[in-house]
């Protein structure tokens, strides 16, 4: 077990490009969720998903942002158009639904983005 | 909507002593889970200590115990013996289970731990 792994660890793009992430969370893992933290501040809540089922999507900062999990396994987030606004670290965590500590995420180690 | 208040941005403590970081929270719902999580320079946050709020006794993680207040909404860390791997930004997050599990988070404290 490697833990939950995020590519790439560091983006720098122009403002008004794609970005597209990566997030592989533990293999037995069936809830992955992303977060967003910007400097000083804790996580906020992106989207969540169950197995391939994106179950909670409301939270998504605009509808610059989507993500998707086809396969039930890794996920990506992407964020189209940047802006400046959206610089900030990316958090993926993943978690065991059904299990007595389903509650407990387990976090990757980020996505550093920069919008020039 | 739930919101946690971490009022301490920075704190230091000398190594070995003990060390509390405060943290409230504020919720109508009954059933919650309440954790803490380190995150260390340049690393990624782990799971420090987590208690569930229909659990009367406070949780304790080897050298990590909390103050788990439910009629306060109140929710500190205690750190005993603190060790220079301590130093590490620390998170207090509150989680609303079985609805879509987001994890409401703190500002964080900044926690130094000096030899």
């Known amino acids: 077990d490697t833990g939950v792994s995020q590519d790439p660890r560091h983006k720098i793009t122009k403002r008004g490009q794609n970005v597209t992430f990566r997030c592989d969370p533990i293999s037995e893992h069936n809830r992955l969720y992303w977060y967003r933290q910007t400097l000083g501040q804790g996580p906020e809540f992106l989207t969540y998903f169950q197995n391939e089922a994106q179950l909670e999507k409301s939270r998504l900062l605009s509808d610059r942002f989507s993500a998707e999990r086809p396969k039930g396994s890794f996920s990506t987030l992407e964020i189209q158009r940047t802006e400046q606004g959206d610089s900030a670290m990316y958090l993926c965590a993943s978690s065991v639904a059904g299990a007595s500590t389903s509650y407990e995420q387990y976090f990757g180690p980020g996505t550093r983005l920069t919008v020039t | 909507a739930q919101t946690v208040t971490q009022s301490q941005p920075e704190m230091s403590v000398q190594e070995a002593e003990t060390v509390t970081l405060s943290c409230t929270y504020d919720?109508?719902?009954?059933?919650?889970?309440l954790f803490w999580y380190k995150q260390p320079p340049s690393r990624q946050m782990i799971l420090v200590i987590r208690q569930e709020a229909y659990k009367q006794q406070n949780a304790t993680e080897n050298r990590f115990s909390v103050n788990f207040q439910k009629a306060a909404k109140s929710f500190s860390l205690k750190i005993s013996d603190s060790q220079l791997g301590d130093t590490a930004m620390y998170f207090c997050?509150?989680?609303?289970?079985?609805?879509?599990?987001?994890?409401?988070f703190g500002a964080g404290t900044r926690l130094t731990v000096k030899p």
């Open positions: 997050a509150f989680m609303k289970p079985f609805i879509n599990n987001d994890m409401r």
């Open positions: 919720t109508s719902e009954n059933n919650y889970y």
